[in-house]
């Protein structure tokens, strides 16, 4: 007797519901993927860094998985608490559409409070050493093919030199759409910045930057965080919607990962499609980079 003969319709569809339930279960469970769309953790991640999280560091919690926010449960499956310090991927607990990164800066019952730029932890304050230029520059896509000149700076794709010479400092560019430079003020510019080494009061050392120790966030009040919550903060310190602001105490149940690696980098320099101008947009030297 001949076999009946498949349906090829049928096989098809098979294959791409397996494929995206073995995707689900891997990104649930194992590695998940996103991207850096802000400067809020410039200089550890910047703007076109994608990333992979561990999602078994912390355990998991509902938010681990497609739907979480339909409150089926409460509670973390291996709970394992973070650790000051660890770069995290979080649900914000005011707006469930939306994933931050930030660093873990305080535990439940710790102390937190900026004073004139300084961080404080339970009363002490943090440790913050070695301080260097940084420069951050944000254009217009207008001037991807032409670059851009500023005082005896040139800038090119992702390239910043000095009178012809590299730059002496430590720089970021990044390109932004031409509308928005124009229509929301700050956004685009050459910034000067200050890169400090702070050492976190567990031993931890980790660069951060400061516009100035007399930004809007840099004096607060003393922030006591709740039981089950963390206080997490950007390393762009003036430049970051964090436990400070909006963001506020985060429960644990919204922990997501531990961020890993960056397995890929760009600044928007050209179009994904004109390969023959990889040299100016991807940022080699970060693909692989670990995340600490």
């Not at 660093?103 to 004139?116: A, E, L, T």
């Not at 896509?141 to 009178?163: D, L």
């Not at 890993?260 to 947009?281: D, E, I, L, Q, T």
Request: aromatic share 14%.
């Amino acid at each position: 007797m001949q076999k009946k003969p498949k349906n090829r319709l049928r096989e098809w569809i098979e294959t791409l519901v397996y494929g995206i339930l073995i995707a689900i279960v891997f990104r649930s469970l194992f590695l998940e993927p996103f991207n850096i769309p802000s400067g809020s953790m410039m200089p550890t991640m910047l703007v076109g860094d994608h990333i992979f999280i561990t999602k078994w560091s912390y355990g998991y919690s509902r938010y681990s998985f497609p739907f979480g926010s339909w409150k089926l449960w409460n509670g973390r499956i291996f709970k394992k608490m973070p650790k000051v310090g660890d770069v995290v991927v979080f649900r914000n607990p005011k707006d469930e559409s939306l994933d931050y990164v930030k660093r873990v800066i305080g535990m439940p019952g710790d102390v937190i409070q900026m004073r004139n730029g300084r961080l404080y932890i339970n009363g002490q304050i943090v440790e913050r050493k070695n301080p260097r230029p940084f420069v951050t520059v944000v254009l217009p896509y207008a001037f991807r093919p032409t670059g851009y000149n500023f005082e005896n700076m040139q800038i090119r794709g992702k390239t910043i030199t000095v009178n012809g010479a590299p730059a002496p400092f430590e720089y970021t560019v990044e390109y932004r759409d031409d509308d928005a430079c124009k229509t929301t003020v700050g956004l685009c510019g050459v910034f000067p910045i200050t890169k400090y080494t702070e050492v976190l009061p567990n031993g931890v050392e980790h660069d951060i930057l400061e516009y100035s120790d007399h930004s809007r966030m840099d004096n607060t009040m003393e922030y006591l965080v709740p039981e089950n919550h963390l206080f997490f903060m950007g390393d762009n310190r003036d430049n970051s919607n964090d436990s400070r602001g909006e963001v506020g105490f985060v429960p644990v149940d919204n922990v997501l990962g531990r961020v890993w690696f960056v397995w890929y980098s760009h600044n928007y320099a050209a179009p994904m499609v004109a390969f023959w101008k990889w040299g100016v947009k991807m940022r080699w030297n970060r693909f692989g980079k670990g995340v600490h």
